[in-house]
């Protein structure tokens, strides 16, 4: 396999995750050690179940594993942010740390991402799909991606997922203008990166082992909303 120049910073947000964090690095790590340069940046929002202290002994072994422990529980958008804000990489990836995104996934990302500016792991083009995911949660995820085409007037077809690959190139300039609340900061960053190269590469997304989803009603209608500001914004040109 060929080997690559580019640095990539990987920032996961955690929150109660302890059992999932230690098996994402690993895989990460058996993905990523003979091809990239890598760095892999876990923002933890203090969560009561100690998944700090697994990332803290997982970075006395491993340098490239970073923590950023953060004061609450202040949402999985602005720990992304806060990860990239940190980042030293070429090119940024944000993913889930409860192992619905697959480590072996990525290097497909990464590659594509070398003739991109954005690109993202999705469900719904060929190739793509979903395991053990109840039917109500396909639906809404379907809907609120329609959704977003409608509204906002973009061509993605995965407009929630949280599985992507950004090059730093294009994000630092962008990363100071979003404002991230709860699950909605790919579309924001889409619906803010103008013309952009934007591709989609297919992914399995499996649903989570251990835990719980934090998806909520509430994360629905934030998601609503913002697709609403975003067309405004757009049509103005801001």
Same mark, same amino acid.
């Given at each position: 396999?060929?080997?690559?120049?580019?640095k990539?910073?990987?920032?996961?947000?955690?929150?109660?995750?302890?059992?999932?964090?230690?098996? =994402?690095?690993e895989g +990460?790590r058996e993905?990523l050690?003979?091809?990239?340069d890598?760095?892999?940046?876990?923002?933890?929002?203090?969560s009561?179940?100690g998944?700090?202290?697994?990332?803290?002994?997982?970075?006395?072994?491993?340098t &490239?594993?970073k923590?950023i422990q953060?004061?609450?529980k202040?949402? +999985?958008?602005s720990?992304?942010?806060?990860?990239f804000a940190?980042a !030293? @990489?070429?090119?940024?990836?944000?993913m889930?740390?409860?192992?619905?995104?697959?480590p072996?996934?990525?290097?497909n990302?990464l590659?594509? =991402?070398?003739?991109a500016d954005i690109?993202?792991?999705?469900?719904y083009?060929?190739?793509?799909g979903?395991?053990?995911?109840p039917l #109500?949660? &396909?639906?809404?995820?379907?809907?609120?991606?329609? +959704?977003?085409?409608?509204?906002?007037g973009?061509? !993605? &077809?995965?407009?929630?997922?949280?599985? @992507?690959?950004?090059?730093?190139?294009?994000?630092?300039? =962008?990363l100071?203008?979003?404002?991230?609340?709860g699950?909605?900061?790919?579309?924001?960053?889409?619906?803010?990166?103008g013309?952009?190269?934007?591709?989609? !590469?297919?992914? !399995?997304?499996?649903?989570?082992q251990?835990?719980?989803?934090?998806?909520?009603?509430?994360?629905? +209608? =934030?998601?609503? #909303? /913002?697709?609403?500001? /975003?067309?405004?914004?757009?049509?103005?040109?801001?």
């Amino acid at each position: 396999m060929p080997e690559f120049d580019e640095k990539v910073s990987i920032v996961v947000p955690t929150y109660n995750e302890r059992d999932n964090v230690q098996t =994402l690095c690993e895989g +990460l790590r058996e993905v990523l050690e003979s091809r990239w340069d890598y760095e892999i940046i876990i923002v933890d929002d203090n969560s009561p179940d100690g998944t700090h202290e697994v990332v803290r002994q997982l970075g006395a072994e491993d340098t &490239r594993i970073k923590l950023i422990q953060r004061s609450g529980k202040l949402g +999985l958008g602005s720990a992304v942010t806060t990860g990239f804000a940190q980042a !030293t @990489g070429d090119y940024w990836v944000m993913m889930d740390a409860d192992l619905s995104h697959r480590p072996e996934d990525l290097s497909n990302l990464l590659i594509t =991402l070398s003739d991109a500016d954005i690109v993202i792991g999705s469900r719904y083009v060929r190739g793509g799909g979903v395991l053990n995911w109840p039917l #109500r949660r &396909r639906i809404v995820s379907r809907g609120a991606s329609a +959704l977003g085409r409608v509204i906002v007037g973009l061509p !993605t &077809r995965d407009l929630t997922s949280g599985f @992507g690959a950004f090059r730093r190139s294009h994000m630092e300039a =962008l990363l100071p203008s979003l404002s991230p609340k709860g699950f909605k900061l790919l579309l924001e960053i889409l619906g803010k990166s103008g013309d952009a190269r934007v591709k989609e !590469t297919p992914i !399995t997304f499996v649903d989570r082992q251990h835990g719980k989803s934090k998806a909520s009603a509430g994360e629905a +209608l =934030l998601f609503l #909303r /913002l697709c609403f500001e /975003l067309r405004g914004q757009r049509r103005a040109g801001v």
